[in-house]
């Protein structure tokens, strides 16, 4: 269930980052509702590539925040906060140590 979830909100980065012009409210809604539930199952296990992809969500906002402009500055704490919310994840369960030396 929690790799069907994660596969979900790769889907919606995707979108979100790749829409045109970006919603950054939308964004930042979608940052925090990840944010919960990274918090929330973070002693559940995940598959490697579903773990992987939990990275790829979190890399995903942060190249908006890198880019600058309006958008980052606007987004720059909620992603951020997400980033170190992934950092604070128990290793081996959601996120493997290799993951996150990918995000530091």
Known sequence: MAAERVEKFHADASALVSSKPLKA?????????FRTWLQKHQDE?????AQGK??????????IVAAG??????????????????MKL??????????KKTVL
């Open 69 to 86: 402009g309006l958008d980052g500055d606007m987004l720059h704490d909620s992603v951020l906060g997400v980033a170190e919310d992934l």
């Open 25 to 33: 409210e939308k964004v930042k809604a979608e940052i925090t509702r």
């Open 54 to 63: 939990l990275v790829d969500v979190v890399q995903m906002y942060y190249k």
């Open 90 to 99: 128990p290793e081996g369960k959601l996120v493997t140590i290799k993951a």
């Open 45 to 49: 296990s995940l598959p490697a590539g």
